[in-house]
């Protein structure tokens, strides 16, 4: 099974803060993208951190779930 991955391009050249209708500039808009994206990487991170840990990956290798049951097979 090959995993497929579609993208689409644009620029942003502006933003607006909607609460003042303020205009922001391309490079204001740049950092708080670049902001909210390191912010969803590190929540990631510690999300698979926390859950897919050695043991659980161990387990689910083995065929077992998370409640002792034996998983179907992917056959």
Excluded: I, K
Excluded at 27 to 45: E, N, P
Aim: with cysteine.
């Amino acid at each position: 099974m090959t995993a497929a991955t579609a993208t689409a391009t644009c620029t942003a050249h502006r933003g607006v803060v909607e609460a003042t209708g303020r205009l922001r500039s391309a490079a204001a808009l740049a950092q708080r993208v670049g902001w909210m994206s390191s912010l969803v990487r590190d929540m990631t991170r510690r999300l698979l951190e926390q859950h897919w840990t050695v043991e659980v990956l161990a387990a689910l290798a083995a065929g077992v779930g998370p409640d002792g049951r034996a998983l179907p097979t992917n056959e």
